[in-house]
């Protein structure tokens, strides 16, 4: 069996039964010209190792060998696997399956350095997968790009910019370090079963990280001034050590609010904490 010979993939999932697990957060893709698009987005994955998380029946996979990658797959419905095995031995032996939970799994050992992230995430696990992605003190981290599904809203909440209403945390631990855009909008009606909302592609890659500024100060900066975001500056960092004598070493009006300060200035904050022993 070869890729072009692999049936449709409604045909699969009638097959092995494989109805979408809301208490797992599937919404299957089908539309293979869609997902070609989506494989796109990386750039030229040819020879390239990719990481997938949650490929379900395999349509996003079959896309991302279309493109010449790589793929290691890490899926914790045993009921997909036997749909994934049909892949792995249409794929010339260019899919790995990891059957597991993606939380639980060490994806740069499993995956490499300089692989390529992309993935129709479970809406119950996205966010935190992103937020371990982007986190820690090391950087460039192990991964090239970051392309992954998420809800419009989330989506945008990870784009967004100053001042509007979607900017917050999620926004500065995306873009601190990384340059984080929407790079498509996708309809519900694409998805079996269709979610209630539409869904968006995020594309990020990182870029280098200020110097002297730790990931864990920013993160409990922005924890605590988005956490209390209706309130001034001097009201929701009042309990974080150091928060307010960094606000005012570089200049920001205490009575501001969160959404108002760019992520520049939240990455001067955090330096300024990091450079006094209170926030050692």
């Known amino acids: 069996m070869a890729m072009e010979t692999l049936p449709p993939l409604r045909e ?6 494989l109805s979408a697990s809301k208490a797992l957060g599937q919404n299957f893709l089908l539309d293979e010209q869609l997902l070609d698009r989506i494989a796109r987005i990386p750039g030229d994955l040819a020879g390239k190792r990719t990481y997938e998380v949650g490929p379900g029946p395999g349509g996003l996979t079959r896309a991302l060998l279309r493109a010449g990658a790589e793929v290691v797959a ?11 095995e049909e892949v792995n031995l249409a794929s010339g032996g260019r899919l790995r399956v990891i ?6 799994v060490g994806e740069a050992a499993e995956a490499g350095i300089g692989a390529h992230i992309v993935a129709n995430l479970p809406y119950n696990v996205g966010t935190a997968l992103l937020v371990r992605w982007l986190g820690g003190e ?9 392309t992954l599904m998420f809800q419009l809203e989330v989506a945008e909440r990870i784009a967004a910019k100053p001042g ?6 999620l926004a500065v631990l995306a ?4 340059d984080a855009r929407v790079a498509m909008k996708v309809h519900r009606s694409a998805f079996v079963p269709p979610p209630k909302v539409m869904s968006a592609v995020v594309h990020i890659v990182p870029k280098p990280a200020p110097d002297g500024v730790r990931a864990a100060t920013l993160e409990a900066l922005t924890g605590a001034a988005f956490g209390q975001r209706r309130k001034m500056l001097r009201q929701s960092l009042k309990s974080l050590p150091g928060a307010l004598e960094a606000l005012g070493s570089v200049g920001i009006d205490p009575a501001r609010r969160a959404e108002t300060l760019s992520v ?3 990455v001067s904050v955090a330096r300024a904490m ?6 050692a």
């Open 74 to 84: 890490v899926e914790r419905d045993r009921r997909c696997l036997p749909a994934l």
């Open 264 to 266: 520049d200035e939240f």
């Open 138 to 146: 090391g950087w460039p981290p192990f991964w090239a790009s970051l």
């Open 274 to 279: 990091a450079a006094t022993p209170l926030s």
């Open 12 to 17: 699969v999932i009638a097959r092995h039964g």
């Open 175 to 178: 873009q601190w370090r990384s």
């Open 99 to 104: 059957e597991g939970d993606a939380l639980a």
């Open 164 to 169: 509007s209403s979607a900017y917050g945390r």
